[in-house]
C-alpha cells in the first residue's frame, strides 16, 4: 500500500501500444474516470479500460498485451474502492452484451456469463422453477464477481452452486475450474488471481415457482429495511469474524455514524459504509482503517475487509493500513 511512482497516461500508453490491437473488436478507453464505474462514485482514473466483444476478443487482447503491463479485471463496481492515484495499467470490465447472459440450459443448471447480474440468475432460476439461487435476489454485484468472492447471503453461498467455471488467463489460454479447483472459501476463492472469469455453469435443484418467490420476497424484505440501498455505498465493508457479526463489533465499538471527510459508517446498516456526497477514495479506506482499529481496541477483533480496494494512493493520501 504505497503511493504511486509514476503519473498515469492512459493516452500515452494506448498510442504506444495502439498497434498492436489493430485486430481487437472491443471499446478501449484511454483514462477512464472509475468514479463513473464504482457504486461509490469516487476515486481515480483507470489508465485504459478495455471491454471486451468476448470470450475470443478477450484472449486476443491478452495475448497482444505485452507482459510487463498489469491487468486488473473489474465487475460492476459494487463492492469496488479505487484509490485516488487510480490504476496504472489495464482495466478489464466485461461488457453485459458479450458476457451478461443468463438462461436455464437444463431441468436444474444455469449457464450465466460474468458480467450477468447477480439479481438476474436468480430471475432466470425463478421463471425456470429452480432452486437454491434466492440469495442472489438481494447481492448487487455481478456473476464474475461473486465467483470471485464467493459471494452469499441470508445463509447461501456461491460455492454450494457453482458446477464449472470458464476464465482466461493472463496469456490468454482458456480454463475450465470445476468446483474443487476454485478452492473456495468464506468470501474467498483459491483460484489463480491472474484468471479472468468469463463464464459460469451453475447447479440447483427443481422448486415451486411460488416457493422461490417467497424466498426471494424475504430476501428483498430484509435488504430494503435494514440495508442503505439508495445511498452510494460499496455493500458489506467487512467480513464477519467467527462466532460474531462484522456489524455487531462495529456498534460496539461506537463506531455507527462515524464520518471521515464525506465517507460515513451508516446509520442504519453500520457495516455499510457510504459516500455522503463528497467522500474520496481516502475518506473511504481511512474511515475503514479507524474502525478497524477502534473494533480492535475494543474487543480484540481484527476485522478483515470485504470491499476490494485497488489502485495507488496520492504521495500525499496515502492510508496506512491497521495492523494489530
Known amino acids: 500500500m504505497t503511493a504511486r511512482t509514476r503519473s498515469i497516461d492512459g493516452a500515452g500508453l494506448l498510442a504506444r501500444l495502439g498497434d498492436r490491437f489493430s485486430g481487437i473488436r472491443g471499446r478501449l478507453t484511454a483514462d477512464a474516470g472509475m468514479d463513473k464505474i464504482t457504486w461509490f462514485r469516487a476515486g481515480g482514473a483507470a489508465e485504459i479500460l478495455f471491454q471486451p466483444a468476448d470470450e475470443e476478443d478477450l484472449s486476443a487482447f491478452l495475448q497482444a498485451l505485452p507482459e510487463d503491463i498489469p491487468v486488473t479485471p473489474v465487475g460492476i463496481g459494487s463492492n469496488l474502492l479505487v484509490r ?10 466485461l461488457s453485459a452484451k458479450g458476457f451478461g447472459q443468463a438462461e436455464a440450459s437444463g431441468p436444474a443448471t444455469i449457464r450465466a456469463g460474468a458480467a450477468a447480474p447477480d439479481k438476474r440468475v436468480a430471475a432466470v432460476a425463478l421463471e425456470a422453477g429452480i ?3 434466492h440469495f442472489y ?7 464474475g464477481g461473486a465467483l470471485r468472492m464467493n459471494a452469499g447471503a441470508n ?10 467455471v470458464r476464465a482466461v488467463d493472463r496469456q490468454g489460454r482458456l ?12 468470501r474467498h476463492s483459491g483460484a489463480a488471481a491472474d ?9 440447483g435443484e427443481p422448486a415451486s415457482r411460488d416457493e422461490i418467490r417467497t424466498r426471494m420476497d424475504e430476501v428483498r424484505h430484509h435488504r430494503e429495511t435494514v440495508q442503505p440501498v439508495r445511498e452510494k455505498t460499496g455493500g458489506s465493508t467487512f467480513k464477519n469474524p467467527e462466532g460474531s457479526s462484522a456489524w455487531k463489533e462495529i456498534d460496539r465499538a461506537g463506531c455507527r455514524g462515524l464520518t471521515v471527510g464525506g465517507a460515513q459508517m451508516s446509520e442504519l446498516h453500520c457495516n455499510f459504509m457510504i459516500n455522503t456526497g463528497s467522500a474520496t477514495g481516502f475518506d473511504l479506506e481511512t474511515l475503514g482503517e479507524t474502525v478497524r482499529e477502534r473494533v480492535f481496541a475494543t474487543s480484540g477483533i481484527d476485522l ?8 495507488a494512493f496520492l504521495p500525499d493520501r496515502v492510508v496506512e493500513p491497521f495492523s494489530p
Request: zero cysteines; glycine letters at 16%.
Open 137 to 143: 435476489h438481494g447481492i448487487p454485484g455481478s456473476m
Open 155 to 164: 445463509g447461501a453461498e456461491t460455492r454450494e452452486r457453482v458446477r464449472e
Open 195 to 203: 484468471l479472468i472469469f468469463t463464464a459460469v455453469e451453475l447447479e
Open 84 to 93: 485516488d492515484g487510480g490504476i496504472a495499467g489495464v482495466v478489464i470490465r
Open 131 to 133: 432452486g437454491g439461487f
Open 175 to 186: 480454463h475450465l475450474l470445476s468446483n474443487a479447483e476454485m478452492r473456495y472459501a468464506y
Open 304 to 311: 478483515h475487509w470485504e470491499i476490494k480496494r485497488i489502485g
